[in-house]
T-cell receptor, first 111, second 114 residues
Framework: DQQVKQNSPSLSVQEGRISILNCDYT??????FLWYKKYPAEGPTFLIS?????DKNEDGRFTVFLNKSAKHLSLHIVPSQPGDSAVYFCAAITGNTPLVFGKGTRLSVIA | KAGVTQTPRYLIKTRGQQVTLSCSPI?????VSWYQQTPGQGLQFLFE???????NKGNFPGRFSGRQFSNSRSEMNVSTLELGDSALYLCASSQRGGANEKLFFGSGTQLSVL
Protein backbone atom coordinates (compact mmCIF):
# COMPACT_ATOMS: atom_id res chain seq x y z
CA ASP A 1 0.00 0.00 0.00
CA GLN A 2 1.74 3.11 -1.24
CA GLN A 3 0.95 6.05 1.02
CA VAL A 4 2.91 8.62 -0.98
CA LYS A 5 2.57 8.53 -4.75
CA GLN A 6 4.47 10.33 -7.45
CA ASN A 7 2.66 9.27 -10.56
CA SER A 8 5.03 10.84 -13.08
CA PRO A 9 8.29 8.90 -13.27
CA SER A 10 9.86 11.57 -15.44
CA LEU A 11 9.41 15.16 -16.59
CA SER A 12 11.23 17.23 -19.21
CA VAL A 13 11.18 21.02 -19.11
CA GLN A 14 12.97 23.69 -21.07
CA GLU A 15 15.43 25.91 -19.28
CA GLY A 16 13.76 29.05 -17.94
CA ARG A 17 10.30 27.51 -17.83
CA ILE A 18 8.38 26.32 -14.78
CA SER A 19 8.76 22.75 -13.52
CA ILE A 20 5.81 21.33 -11.60
CA LEU A 21 6.29 18.07 -9.75
CA ASN A 22 3.26 16.44 -8.19
CA CYS A 23 2.71 14.19 -5.22
CA ASP A 24 -0.42 12.57 -3.77
CA TYR A 25 -0.83 10.93 -0.38
CA THR A 26 -3.43 8.70 1.16
CA UNK A 27 -2.77 8.97 4.91
CA UNK A 28 -4.71 11.92 6.31
CA UNK A 29 -2.58 11.74 9.48
CA UNK A 30 0.48 13.05 7.66
CA UNK A 31 1.25 16.49 9.07
CA UNK A 32 4.61 17.40 7.57
CA PHE A 33 5.79 17.09 4.00
CA LEU A 34 9.25 17.36 2.49
CA TRP A 35 10.93 17.33 -0.89
CA TYR A 36 14.37 15.85 -1.41
CA LYS A 37 16.55 16.11 -4.49
CA LYS A 38 18.95 13.37 -5.55
CA TYR A 39 21.80 13.52 -8.04
CA PRO A 40 23.35 10.28 -9.37
CA ALA A 41 25.92 8.72 -7.03
CA GLU A 42 24.90 11.03 -4.19
CA GLY A 43 22.46 10.73 -1.32
CA PRO A 44 19.22 12.73 -1.32
CA THR A 45 19.46 16.28 -0.01
CA PHE A 46 16.69 18.22 1.67
CA LEU A 47 15.10 20.86 -0.55
CA ILE A 48 11.99 22.34 1.06
CA SER A 49 9.24 21.37 3.49
CA UNK A 50 5.74 22.38 4.51
CA UNK A 51 3.65 21.85 7.59
CA UNK A 52 0.05 20.75 7.25
CA UNK A 53 -1.10 24.02 8.84
CA UNK A 54 0.17 25.93 5.81
CA ASP A 55 -0.78 25.79 2.16
CA LYS A 56 2.33 27.34 0.67
CA ASN A 57 6.02 27.62 1.46
CA GLU A 58 8.54 29.44 -0.69
CA ASP A 59 12.33 29.35 -0.77
CA GLY A 60 13.93 31.18 -3.63
CA ARG A 61 13.05 29.48 -6.90
CA PHE A 62 11.26 26.65 -5.08
CA THR A 63 7.67 26.76 -3.86
CA VAL A 64 5.68 23.92 -2.36
CA PHE A 65 1.89 24.00 -2.37
CA LEU A 66 -0.27 21.81 -0.16
CA ASN A 67 -3.93 21.03 -0.81
CA LYS A 68 -5.07 19.01 2.20
CA SER A 69 -8.59 18.41 1.00
CA ALA A 70 -7.23 16.82 -2.18
CA LYS A 71 -4.31 15.19 -0.33
CA HIS A 72 -2.02 16.66 -2.93
CA LEU A 73 1.17 18.66 -2.91
CA SER A 74 3.27 20.09 -5.68
CA LEU A 75 6.73 21.52 -6.06
CA HIS A 76 7.19 24.45 -8.42
CA ILE A 77 10.62 25.42 -9.69
CA VAL A 78 10.79 28.80 -11.42
CA PRO A 79 12.81 29.36 -13.50
CA SER A 80 14.14 25.88 -14.14
CA GLN A 81 17.88 25.54 -14.63
CA PRO A 82 19.96 22.67 -16.07
CA GLY A 83 21.45 22.11 -12.59
CA ASP A 84 17.97 21.24 -11.35
CA SER A 85 18.08 18.02 -13.37
CA ALA A 86 17.81 15.32 -10.71
CA VAL A 87 15.39 12.88 -9.14
CA TYR A 88 12.93 14.55 -6.78
CA PHE A 89 11.38 12.62 -3.92
CA CYS A 90 8.28 13.66 -2.06
CA ALA A 91 8.11 12.48 1.57
CA ALA A 92 5.60 12.68 4.40
CA ILE A 93 5.60 12.07 8.12
CA THR A 94 3.30 11.95 11.13
CA GLY A 95 4.27 11.71 14.79
CA ASN A 96 7.37 9.65 15.39
CA THR A 97 6.87 7.35 12.44
CA PRO A 98 9.62 7.24 9.82
CA LEU A 99 9.55 9.36 6.70
CA VAL A 100 7.53 7.76 3.91
CA PHE A 101 8.92 8.48 0.46
CA GLY A 102 7.37 8.41 -2.97
CA LYS A 103 9.10 6.62 -5.84
CA GLY A 104 10.54 9.81 -7.24
CA THR A 105 10.25 11.89 -10.41
CA ARG A 106 13.25 12.34 -12.69
CA LEU A 107 13.38 15.96 -13.86
CA SER A 108 15.36 16.83 -16.96
CA VAL A 109 15.88 20.51 -17.69
CA ILE A 110 16.86 21.00 -21.30
CA ALA A 111 19.06 23.94 -22.23
CA LYS B 1 31.32 19.50 9.89
CA ALA B 2 31.77 16.21 8.07
CA GLY B 3 28.66 14.73 6.48
CA VAL B 4 27.24 11.24 6.79
CA THR B 5 29.84 8.71 5.72
CA GLN B 6 28.96 5.29 4.37
CA THR B 7 31.40 2.52 3.62
CA PRO B 8 32.01 0.81 1.35
CA ARG B 9 30.67 2.71 -1.67
CA TYR B 10 30.36 -0.43 -3.78
CA LEU B 11 30.03 -4.10 -2.97
CA ILE B 12 29.64 -7.19 -5.11
CA LYS B 13 28.47 -10.36 -3.41
CA THR B 14 27.02 -13.69 -4.47
CA ARG B 15 23.74 -15.26 -3.43
CA GLY B 16 23.80 -16.82 0.00
CA GLN B 17 26.61 -14.63 1.33
CA GLN B 18 26.18 -12.03 4.03
CA VAL B 19 27.20 -8.39 4.03
CA THR B 20 27.77 -5.64 6.58
CA LEU B 21 27.43 -1.98 5.72
CA SER B 22 28.70 0.86 7.87
CA CYS B 23 27.44 4.37 8.54
CA SER B 24 29.02 7.22 10.49
CA PRO B 25 26.50 9.97 11.21
CA ILE B 26 27.16 13.67 11.45
CA UNK B 27 28.88 14.51 14.72
CA UNK B 28 26.27 15.12 17.40
CA UNK B 29 23.52 13.26 15.58
CA UNK B 30 22.10 10.40 17.61
CA UNK B 31 19.47 9.07 15.23
CA VAL B 32 20.45 6.89 12.28
CA SER B 33 17.98 5.55 9.72
CA TRP B 34 18.55 3.10 6.89
CA TYR B 35 16.73 3.08 3.56
CA GLN B 36 16.82 0.79 0.54
CA GLN B 37 16.52 2.37 -2.89
CA THR B 38 15.70 0.25 -5.91
CA PRO B 39 14.69 1.41 -9.38
CA GLY B 40 10.94 1.85 -9.48
CA GLN B 41 10.46 1.44 -5.73
CA GLY B 42 11.83 4.66 -4.37
CA LEU B 43 13.24 4.77 -0.86
CA GLN B 44 11.93 2.12 1.48
CA PHE B 45 12.51 2.40 5.20
CA LEU B 46 14.51 -0.38 6.85
CA PHE B 47 15.01 0.71 10.45
CA GLU B 48 15.95 3.59 12.73
CA UNK B 49 18.27 3.59 15.71
CA UNK B 50 18.48 6.14 18.48
CA UNK B 51 20.89 5.89 21.40
CA UNK B 52 21.75 2.28 20.51
CA UNK B 53 18.08 1.20 20.49
CA UNK B 54 16.01 0.27 17.48
CA UNK B 55 13.13 2.71 17.54
CA ASN B 56 11.34 1.89 14.29
CA LYS B 57 11.43 -1.00 11.87
CA GLY B 58 10.18 -1.26 8.31
CA ASN B 59 8.58 -4.18 6.54
CA PHE B 60 11.68 -6.19 5.65
CA PRO B 61 12.47 -9.83 6.44
CA GLY B 62 14.56 -10.80 9.43
CA ARG B 63 17.60 -11.26 7.17
CA PHE B 64 17.99 -7.51 7.47
CA SER B 65 19.31 -6.37 10.82
CA GLY B 66 21.18 -3.47 12.26
CA ARG B 67 22.77 -2.05 15.33
CA GLN B 68 24.08 1.21 16.68
CA PHE B 69 27.13 1.76 18.81
CA SER B 70 27.67 4.14 21.69
CA ASN B 71 29.39 6.64 19.37
CA SER B 72 26.19 6.63 17.20
CA ARG B 73 27.90 4.81 14.33
CA SER B 74 25.61 2.19 12.84
CA GLU B 75 25.93 -1.01 10.88
CA MET B 76 23.39 -2.97 8.94
CA ASN B 77 23.73 -6.62 8.06
CA VAL B 78 22.02 -8.66 5.40
CA SER B 79 22.36 -12.41 5.67
CA THR B 80 21.70 -15.07 3.04
CA LEU B 81 21.74 -12.56 0.22
CA GLU B 82 19.21 -12.82 -2.57
CA LEU B 83 19.34 -11.34 -6.08
CA GLY B 84 16.54 -8.96 -5.11
CA ASP B 85 18.71 -7.42 -2.40
CA SER B 86 20.68 -5.60 -5.09
CA ALA B 87 20.05 -1.96 -4.31
CA LEU B 88 21.48 1.31 -3.09
CA TYR B 89 21.47 1.32 0.71
CA LEU B 90 21.25 4.79 2.18
CA CYS B 91 21.94 5.87 5.71
CA ALA B 92 20.59 9.12 7.11
CA SER B 93 21.17 10.88 10.39
CA SER B 94 19.45 13.57 12.42
CA GLN B 95 19.93 14.98 15.87
CA ARG B 96 17.05 13.29 17.64
CA GLY B 97 15.00 11.69 14.88
CA GLY B 98 12.14 14.06 15.65
CA ALA B 99 9.18 14.31 13.32
CA ASN B 100 10.12 17.62 11.74
CA GLU B 101 13.87 17.15 11.65
CA LYS B 102 15.67 17.09 8.34
CA LEU B 103 17.43 13.89 7.45
CA PHE B 104 20.98 14.15 6.19
CA PHE B 105 21.85 11.30 3.85
CA GLY B 106 25.12 9.65 3.01
CA SER B 107 26.05 8.80 -0.58
CA GLY B 108 25.01 5.21 -0.07
CA THR B 109 26.45 1.76 -0.59
CA GLN B 110 25.64 0.19 -3.95
CA LEU B 111 25.22 -3.54 -3.38
CA SER B 112 25.16 -5.94 -6.30
CA VAL B 113 24.21 -9.55 -5.66
CA LEU B 114 25.21 -11.98 -8.41
Amino acid sequence: DQQVKQNSPSLSVQEGRISILNCDYTNSMFDYFLWYKKYPAEGPTFLISISSIKDKNEDGRFTVFLNKSAKHLSLHIVPSQPGDSAVYFCAAITGNTPLVFGKGTRLSVIA
Amino acid sequence: KAGVTQTPRYLIKTRGQQVTLSCSPISGHRSVSWYQQTPGQGLQFLFEYFSETQRNKGNFPGRFSGRQFSNSRSEMNVSTLELGDSALYLCASSQRGGANEKLFFGSGTQLSVL
